[in-house]
C-alpha cells in the first residue's frame, strides 16, 4: 500500500526529470583546441599508465546496476577478500585514440583528484582503477543512499522542508569536504545537489554522512578560472 511519503516522492521524481531537462553541463574540453586536447590526452594516458593495474577482466563480482553517467556506467560490485560491496564505473575506451579523448580525460581528473585527496568522510573513497583490453574499471566506496534517495537533490525533495539543525550539518560537512579539496590542491568544479550524496551514520548529531562524489570535471592545475565548465 502507497503512502503519503511514497506519492510525494514520485512527484519529486517528476520534478527531478524537468529540472535535468532545463539544465546542460558545460564541458572545459569543449571549449578546447585541439592542440591543448591532444596535450591534455596525453598528459592523462601517462598518469593512468602510472595508475591502473592491468587485468584480463574485472575481479570483482557484479551485483546490479547502480545508473549510467554520460562517460560512464556505474555497477554495483562485490570484493569476496575483504567482504564489502563497492561502486565500480565502467568506462568503454578499447583502442585508445582521439575518439576517446573525453573519456580518458575525465576518467584521469576524476583518478588524480581522489588519489590526491585520499581518505576523508566526506570524499567517497578511491579504491583501485583496473584495466582490461576493452574497458577501465574506476574502483570507489559504495554509497547507499539514506532512505533510498540517490543523492542531496532527492534527498531534500523527499523529506523538505528540512530543518535549520539538519540543513546546517549538511552543508558544515559539505564545506569541510570543499575544504580538504581545496587544501589539496583540488577543485571540484561541479558541485551540485546530483552530486552530493547523504547516508545514514553513527555520528551524531543527525546520524547521517554528506559525501561529495564525481570529480570528473575536478582540476588539480590551478586552472580553475582558465576555462568555464559545469552544470
Not at 592545475?221 to 582558465?226: H, K
Request: proline share 3%; charged share 30%; glycine share 6%.
Amino acid at each position: 500500500m502507497s503512502t503519503k511519503n511514497d506519492t510525494e516522492f514520485d512527484k519529486s521524481k517528476e520534478q527531478r526529470r524537468i529540472i535535468h531537462s532545463r539544465t546542460f553541463k558545460v564541458d572545459e574540453d569543449d571549449n578546447s583546441s585541439s592542440k591543448e586536447n591532444t596535450t591534455l590526452m596525453t598528459d592523462s594516458l601517462e598518469y593512468l599508465s602510472s595508475v591502473w593495474k592491468h587485468v584480463p577482466e574485472l575481479t570483482k563480482k557484479r551485483k546490479g546496476t547502480i545508473g549510467n553517467g554520460t562517460y560512464s556506467n556505474i555497477i554495483k560490485v562485490r570484493d569476496d577478500k575483504d567482504s564489502r560491496d563497492e561502486a565500480c564505473k565502467i568506462f568503454e575506451i578499447g583502442q585508445i585514440n582521439s575518439e576517446k579523448e573525453k573519456v580518458v580525460i575525465r576518467l584521469a581528473r576524476e583518478v588524480r583528484a581522489l588519489v590526491r585527496l585520499g581518505a576523508h568522510r566526506n570524499i567517497v573513497q578511491f579504491v583501485e582503477l583496473q584495466r582490461t583490453p576493452e574497458r577501465a574499471y574506476l574502483i570507489l566506496e559504495h554509497l547507499e543512499g539514506a532512505n533510498g534517495t540517490q543523492d542531496l537533490l532527492e534527498f531534500v525533495m523527499r523529506f523538505a522542508p528540512l530543518s535549520e539543525k539538519l540543513s546546517r550539518s549538511i552543508f558544515e560537512q559539505l564545506l569541510c569536504g570543499v575544504r580538504h579539496c581545496h587544501d589539496n590542491g583540488v577543485s571540484h568544479r561541479d558541485i551540485k545537489p546530483e552530486n552530493i550524496v547523504v547516508i545514514k551514520d553513527d555520528s551524531p548529531p543527525h546520524k547521517l554522512r554528506v559525501v561529495l562524489i564525481d570529480f570528473g570535471l575536478s582540476d588539480c592545475n590551478g586552472n580553475i578560472e582558465a576555462k568555464a565548465c559545469g552544470t
